[in-house]
């Protein structure tokens, strides 16, 4: 029987989760309670009431009670994701650390911890501590078997302006108009979290068309976000008003073009060039002479696609890649990228000419 999608279920997260299909969703994102422990009242320097987490749902009697909460959901969330997918889960310094240990001792494998940076975050009224300005997302994989796990690296590098996208990452709190009101004019949510944040997520780990599960869906920042760039979601709520919220959001959100919201595509998933076919469609004749973007170093191409070089080094002929990392006395080499040719204009790596070839397939 098909799974319903784009939908917000109302209950108990763990039970619903265990109600869903084994393997079903591509990713989970999870913005757990934090467990905060607040003791009383937090104030400002002028005594008014600073409007912090004190609802029930972030109370636990104990930490033992939270640690025993907090496997119940990884594993539930464990069994619905398909063995490729990977999870994500927000906390402060108040929980993440739990959460850390609980995810590898449910199996789960670390991928990466991120620092969510705040550009504007809440002073520490009482000067008693450092301002607390920051939050750790870990990202996780099912397992340490995955091997073939959702990461748009081309895409994360392309939102970085060509640079590899690091694991820190400087964003506002959720303010102004994506703030949600409640009737009142006060807070919707008191941890509603800002969409770019989930928009990277989203990016970075999953691909139009996938199903995205958040079993602490709030007012729906996770769907909102997956449906306007066409993920499917299944949200859950114990709260019926905040899934009421969440509803009402979703309804009024137009997903974007599907050519609009695809990812760049990562190299690894482009079809394999052997060096031989530059040959073989006369892009490269034998005898050409290549070198590195420097010019000292060069190797001669030869008609069964190897190349051969001489230096202070030794003679060397092999295939691009090997004979790139024997000039160089170098344990590897991406000879692509290393190897240039001679063109109207200078030098240019040879993986231009791999990307005429593709690009005529």
Same mark, same amino acid.
């Given at each position: 029987?098909?799974?319903?999608?784009?939908?917000?279920?109302?209950?108990?997260?763990?039970?619903?989760?265990?109600?869903?299909?084994?393997?079903?969703?591509?990713?989970?994102?999870?913005?757990?309670?934090?467990?905060?422990?607040?003791?009383?009242?937090?104030?400002?320097?002028?005594?008014?009431?600073?409007?912090?987490?004190?609802?029930?749902?972030?109370?636990?009697?104990?930490?033992?009670?939270? *640690?025993?909460?907090?496997?119940?959901?990884?594993?539930?969330?464990?069994?619905?994701?398909?063995?490729?997918?990977?999870?994500?889960?927000?906390?402060?310094?108040?929980? @993440?650390?739990?959460?850390?240990?609980?995810?590898? *001792?449910?199996?789960?494998?670390?991928?990466?911890?991120?620092?969510?940076?705040?550009?504007?975050?809440?002073?520490?009224?009482?000067?008693?501590?450092?301002?607390?300005?920051?939050? %750790?997302?870990?990202?996780?994989?099912?397992?340490?078997?995955?091997?073939?796990?959702?990461?748009?690296?081309?895409?994360?590098?392309?939102?970085?302006?060509?640079?590899?996208?690091?694991?820190?990452?400087?964003?506002?709190?959720? %303010?102004?108009?994506?703030?949600?009101?409640?009737?009142?004019?006060?807070?919707?949510?008191?941890?509603?979290?800002?969409?770019?944040?989930?928009?990277?997520?989203?990016?970075?780990?999953?691909?139009?068309?996938?199903?995205?599960?958040?079993?602490?869906?709030?007012?729906?920042?996770?769907?909102? @976000?997956?449906?306007?760039?066409?993920?499917?979601?299944?949200?859950?709520?114990?709260?019926?008003?905040?899934?009421?919220?969440?509803?009402?959001?979703?309804? *009024?959100?137009?997903?974007?073009?599907?050519?609009?919201?695809?990812?760049?595509?990562?190299?690894?998933?482009?079809?394999?060039?052997?060096?031989?076919?530059?040959?073989?469609?006369?892009?490269?004749?034998?005898?050409?002479?290549?070198? *590195?973007?420097?010019?000292?170093?060069?190797?001669?191409?030869?008609?069964?696609?190897?190349?051969?070089?001489?230096?202070?080094?030794?003679?060397?002929?092999?295939?691009?890649?090997? @004979?790139?990392?024997?000039?160089?006395?170098?344990?590897?080499?991406?000879?692509?990228?290393?190897?240039?040719?001679?063109?109207?204009?200078?030098?240019?790596?040879?993986?231009?000419?791999?990307?005429?070839?593709?690009?005529?397939?």
């Amino acid at each position: 029987m098909p799974m319903d999608k784009d939908v917000i279920l109302v209950g108990d997260c763990v039970e619903l989760m265990n109600g869903l299909p084994a393997g079903s969703v591509d990713m989970v994102f999870a913005d757990p309670p934090y467990n905060l422990q607040l003791g009383g009242d937090l104030l400002r320097p002028d005594n008014s009431k600073v409007d912090a987490v004190d609802d029930d749902w972030d109370k636990f009697a104990d930490f033992a009670r939270y *640690d025993s909460f907090t496997h119940a959901w990884l594993k539930a969330a464990r069994r619905v994701l398909r063995p490729e997918g990977t999870l994500w889960v927000i906390g402060s310094y108040h929980n @993440v650390f739990r959460i850390g240990t609980a995810l590898q *001792d449910e199996g789960y494998w670390l991928l990466n911890d991120i620092i969510w940076r705040k550009t504007n975050p809440m002073p520490n009224f009482k000067g008693k501590r450092f301002t607390n300005a920051h939050e %750790t997302l870990i990202w996780a994989a099912r397992d340490r078997q995955a091997k073939r796990y959702t990461f748009n690296y081309e895409a994360m590098k392309e939102l970085n302006e060509g640079l590899q996208m690091r694991s820190d990452w400087l964003f506002p709190l959720c %303010t102004g108009g994506e703030r949600l009101k409640g009737e009142d004019g006060k807070k919707a949510h008191p941890t509603q979290k800002p969409e770019a944040l989930l928009f990277r997520c989203l990016m970075a780990a999953s691909n139009p068309g996938d199903t995205i599960l958040d079993p602490f869906f709030g007012t729906g920042t996770t769907g909102a @976000v997956a449906k306007r760039h066409r993920r499917h979601f299944i949200g859950l709520e114990r709260d019926p008003t905040y899934a009421a919220i969440a509803r009402k959001r979703i309804a *009024d959100i137009e997903p974007l073009l599907l050519e609009d919201v695809a990812p760049k595509p990562s190299k690894r998933s482009e079809p394999r060039i052997p060096f031989g076919v530059l040959i073989e469609a006369g892009l490269l004749n034998p005898g050409t002479r290549l070198s *590195d973007h420097s010019g000292r170093l060069h190797a001669r191409v030869h008609a069964d696609g190897t190349l051969s070089s001489s230096n202070a080094l030794g003679e060397h002929r092999g295939s691009i890649h090997q @004979v790139g990392a024997a000039v160089q006395g170098a344990p590897a080499c991406n000879g692509w990228t290393f190897w240039h040719f001679d063109a109207e204009g200078g030098r240019r790596p040879i993986d231009q000419l791999r990307q005429q070839v593709r690009a005529g397939l």
